[in-house]
Structure formats: structure tokens, C-alpha cells
């Protein structure tokens, strides 16, 4: 799939103008990265996304612009990097956190219920669950997820299997406690936590367009503060080392 890509740049800068890659193709060898057995695919998938931003940036490849659909593929390369090894696991973790900065501070757009569900799937795959890493990284993200009014199905979903159940139960506070007989549903949580979730069906038909543009989504206040690593040290990990 990256020789794919590389070989469609090559016929471009030969003249063939229709061949230029644009964000739809990356996003797709992206998604094929995922897919694949090989246990750095988080950090390959990341390399696609600097290959875009840097084309992008440089005015290139004005069509490589990444966009939410784009860190979303790369969350997902690391939600699926669990099969590795601890170090496996802890530069997939790193590459997480920092795609999800990176794209709360860019202008390429801004999470949104499937990015979030893809972060919290990497926490729950790749922390192990007596760790309390789990715990400072799940807060701050759900939080942050709330003001973005983009807890959907997935973030709940998800949530469950990320955040330790005591951390569950704080976080959903009365949500849960008027739940006690039954699982939360996404019907029970305050309008505020999901006013800006799109539907799935919309979601999977701009995703093969190539994604929306970066005014779709609205800021929603001042960000959580999410400068940690996989070791709970300060600052932004460098997934790429």
C-alpha cells in the first residue's frame, strides 16, 4: 500500500496530473496499515500522516490536507498494536496520546465521537488494567470529550472497557447511580455530552469522500490539559524515537 502511494507520486511529478495522491488515498493505506500484522504499524501509520502534513505544508500536495478522518486511521493503527510486546505496546500508547494533541491543537479539524472511542480503545488495549495510568489518562480525555459534546455509542462503549469501574462511576457521577439495575445508555447522559455527535450513517458516507472540512466541528472551550506519556511523565511523548 506505501508503494502504492509512492508510485502515484512518482507518475505525478512525471506529468500524470490524475495520479496525484490525494487525503482519501493516504487515509485508505492508513486504514490498510492498520489491518496489518506488523508491530509498528502505529508509528508507520503516524509517518503517513507527516508525509501528508508536510506536502500539505509545503504546498506540494494541496490534496494530502489530513483531516479528522486521517488521526482517527492512525488511533486505530494503535487501538490494534496490542498483540506486541510491552515496548510494542508503550510506543503505540505514546503515538496515541500524541495523535490526539496533535489534533485537538491543529487546524485540520477536531476529535470526534469515533476519534475519542478510538483512543479510549487504545487505552483499554494497551494499558494493562491494574495500572493506574489508566486512570490519569482516561480522566482528562473523557472530560475533554464532554465539552466536546461528542460522547456517542463508541465513547460509552468503550469508556467501560478503558476506565477502571470506580473511575466509570465517577465520571457518569448520577448518570449511574439512577442506573443501577441496567447498563447506561447513551439516551441517559446529559444533551450537552452528545449535541455535536454525527450520526454513523453520515459519518461512513463523508469518511469515503475524504472527510469533512475543519469547520464542522466547533471548539467547545478551553482544552483539558493532556501533556503526559505512557510513563505519566510531563510533556509530549515522540512516538517516532
Known amino acids: 500500500s506505501q508503494a502504492l502511494l509512492n508510485h502515484m507520486w512518482e507518475q505525478y511529478e512525471d506529468g500524470n496530473r490524475d495520479l496525484r495522491p490525494d487525503a482519501l488515498a493516504y487515509n485508505t493505506v492508513i486504514n490498510a496499515v492498520s489491518k496489518s500484522n506488523r508491530q509498528d504499524k502505529a508509528q508507520r501509520a503516524l509517518r503517513i500522516l507527516r508525509t501528508m502534513d508536510k506536502l500539505y505544508r509545503a504546498g506540494l500536495n494541496k490534496n494530502a490536507r489530513p483531516n479528522e478522518f486521517t488521526y482517527t486511521s492512525v488511533l486505530n493503527s494503535c487501538a490494534f498494536s496490542s498483540l506486541g510486546g510491552n515496548e510494542v505496546r508503550k510506543k503505540a500508547l505514546d503515538t496515541a496520546i500524541f495523535t490526539l494533541e496533535e489534533l485537538q491543537e491543529s487546524s485540520y479539524g477536531n476529535p470526534n465521537h469515533v476519534t475519542y472511542g478510538m483512543?479510549?480503545?487504545?487505552?483499554?488495549?494497551?494499558?494493562?488494567?491494574?495500572?493506574?495510568?489508566?486512570?490519569?489518562?482516561?480522566?482528562?480525555?473523557?472530560?475533554?470529550?464532554?465539552?466536546?459534546?461528542?460522547?456517542?455509542?463508541?465513547?460509552?462503549?468503550q469508556l467501560r472497557y478503558a476506565a477502571p469501574a470506580d473511575l466509570y462511576?465517577?465520571?457518569?457521577?448520577?448518570?449511574?447511580?439512577?442506573?443501577?439495575?441496567?447498563?447506561?445508555?447513551?439516551?441517559?447522559?446529559?444533551?450537552?455530552?452528545?449535541?455535536?455527535?454525527?450520526?454513523?450513517?453520515?459519518?461512513?458516507?463523508?469518511?469515503?469522500?475524504?472527510?469533512?472540512?475543519?469547520?464542522?466541528?466547533?471548539?467547545?472551550?478551553?482544552?483539558?490539559?493532556?501533556?503526559?506519556d505512557s510513563n505519566n511523565t510531563p510533556g509530549r511523548p515522540n512516538p517516532l524515537l
Open 119 to 157: 483512543f479510549l480503545k487504545s487505552v483499554a488495549n494497551l494499558i494493562p488494567t491494574d495500572e493506574e495510568r489508566r486512570r490519569i489518562v482516561v480522566e482528562p480525555v473523557f472530560l475533554q470529550c464532554c465539552k466536546d459534546g461528542q460522547v456517542g455509542e463508541i465513547v460509552l462503549r
Open 169 to 228: 462511576e465517577k465520571l457518569l457521577g448520577e448518570v449511574v447511580a439512577q442506573n443501577k439495575s441496567k447498563q447506561v445508555r447513551i439516551e441517559d447522559l446529559p444533551i450537552e455530552w452528545r449535541c455535536n455527535v454525527r450520526n454513523e450513517r453520515e459519518w461512513n458516507k463523508n469518511k469515503k469522500k475524504g472527510g469533512l472540512h475543519n469547520n464542522m466541528y466547533k471548539k467547545q472551550g478551553k482544552r483539558v490539559n493532556m501533556r503526559y
